[in-house]
């Protein structure tokens, strides 16, 4: 079994930062590309940042956040800066996961942590 966890939401106000991580873990053979998405109230889930085993990066937030992984290869962080209000959304973590006891690569999901960005 494979599991997502994020951390490091929480309140902020505007202009300040934050830095999520995202951990994966279980019986993990492999870990592809790991990606940042965002639920703002009421709204769809929209992507953010994506990083893959090899290091590249792409955004829909440029320029304020940066996406990488840790040492230890199933894990990822979001350095968020200069937060605004419209960052305020439900930030979940995704990761193509190979596990041990198969072939191919599965897409798998965090349950989110809150960021709060007050004005």
């Known amino acids: 079994q494979v599991q997502l966890v994020e951390s490091g939401g929480g309140l902020v106000q505007a202009g300040g930062a934050l830095r999520l991580s995202c951990a994966a873990s279980?019986?993990?053979?492999?870990?592809?590309?790991m990606r940042w998405y965002r639920q703002a109230p009421g709204k769809q889930r929209e992507w953010v940042a994506t990083i893959t085993s090899g290091g590249s990066t792409m955004y829909s937030v440029k320029g304020r956040f940066t996406i990488s992984r840790g040492d230890a290869e199933n894990t990822m962080y979001l350095q968020m800066n200069s937060l605004q209000p419209e960052d305020t959304a439900v930030y979940f973590c995704n990761a193509d996961v190979r596990s041990s006891s198969s072939s191919d690569y599965r897409s798998y999901w965090g349950k989110g942590t809150l960021v709060t960005v007050s004005s």
């Open positions: 279980g019986s993990i053979f492999s870990v592809n590309a």
